[in-house]
Structure formats: C-alpha cells, structure tokens
Nanobody, 116 residues
C-alpha cells in the first residue's frame, strides 16, 4: 500500500499563489507518473497536471501557463505551484501516483479556496 502525504493549500485571493506538496512512501522515480487532480463540489474529479518518470509533464488546458508541476528527487517530493489563481480553481486537490504493480494511489486531499 502506497501512502501519499499532502500539504499546502488554504484560502487565497484571486490572482494569488499557492503551492501544494506530495510525499509518497516510495521513491518518486519508482512511479510511472505522479499527478494532481481536483474535484469541485458537484463536479467530477479532473486531472490538473502530471509529471512522468522521465520528467515530462502535461497539464489541463484550464491551468496551462498558470500551474507548474515539479519534483525534487532529493526531497522525494512533488509540487504543484499555482499562480494567478481564479475563483474556478476552488476545489479539493488530490495527489495521485501510479505504479504498474500497485495501480493508483491517492492522497488525503487538500482544500484550495480562491475567494475575495
């Protein structure tokens, strides 16, 4: 069983920034990819950003150019830096990690609220 521990999040005004962190129980390079998803009330969970084992990344169109997913191998941590936050970014954000032998693992979720 893979554990993913998330931190960060909170309340921020529109245009502000936040950074989320995710620390898995295994080495981050052991995963095929690590991703961030979000789920707003009444909506389905959606992919926000993903970083692959080879370092490649992809983003949802709605966050492209504003959010950056990165990793620090030495700290075994994956980050999601969120800039220029909008009201519609309000959601619970989940860290996700996929490993071929284990499948999907999920973090506990963290609330991000963008409000004036």
């Amino acid at each position: 069983q893979v554990q993913l521990v998330q931190s960060g999040g909170g309340l921020v005004q529109p245009g502000g920034s936040l950074r989320l962190s995710c620390v898995p129980s295994g080495r981050i390079l052991s995963f095929n990819y690590i991703a961030w998803y979000r789920q707003a009330p009444g909506s389905q969970r959606e992919l926000v950003a993903r970083i692959l084992r080879d370092g490649g990344s992809n983003y949802a169109a709605s966050v492209e150019g504003r959010f950056t997913i990165s990793r620090d191998n030495a700290k075994n941590t994956v980050y999601l830096k969120m800039n220029s936050l909008k009201l519609e970014d309000t959601a619970v954000y989940y860290c996700n990690a996929y490993q071929g032998t284990v499948g999907d693992s999920w973090g506990q979720g963290t609330q991000v609220t963008v409000s004036s």
